[in-house]
């Protein structure tokens, strides 16, 4: 069983910086692409960026200079980083993970999500 577990969301001032952190854990080959979503109310989820395994990166036209990608490898896990937060940041943040849990078999995860709020 495959688990994704996102951390790092709440309540967030103006101008504060953000990590969001998403852990894969469970029973699987290897992770590939990993990336994250995110969602405001009555819209539909959106890309915000994915990260291949050698690192390359891949924003969102909306999310480039506003978040930072990043993952480790070694650690299952993924990171998105908020240098200045605004209210465009509020909303729920998704990881997902594309990954390889068995010899031919390759699924697409997502994680439960964690609430963003900035707000002073």
């Known amino acids: 069983q495959v688990q994704l577990v996102e951390s790092g969301g709440g309540l967030v001032q103006p101008g504060e910086s953000l990590r969001l952190s998403c852990v894969v854990s469970g029973s699987f080959f290897r992770i590939d692409l990993m990336g994250w979503g995110h969602q405001t109310p009555g819209k539909q989820r959106e890309l915000v960026a994915d990260?291949?395994?050698?690192?390359?990166?891949n924003y969102a036209d909306s999310a480039k200079g506003r978040f930072a990608i990043s993952r480790d490898n070694a650690k299952n896990a993924v990171y998105l980083d908020v240098a200045s937060a605004n209210s465009e940041h509020t909303g729920v943040y998704y990881c997902y993970a594309r990954i390889w849990v068995a010899e031919f078999v390759q699924n697409d995860y997502w994680g439960q999500g964690t609430q963003v709020t900035v707000s002073s």
């Open positions: 990260i291949t395994r050698l690192g390359r990166t």
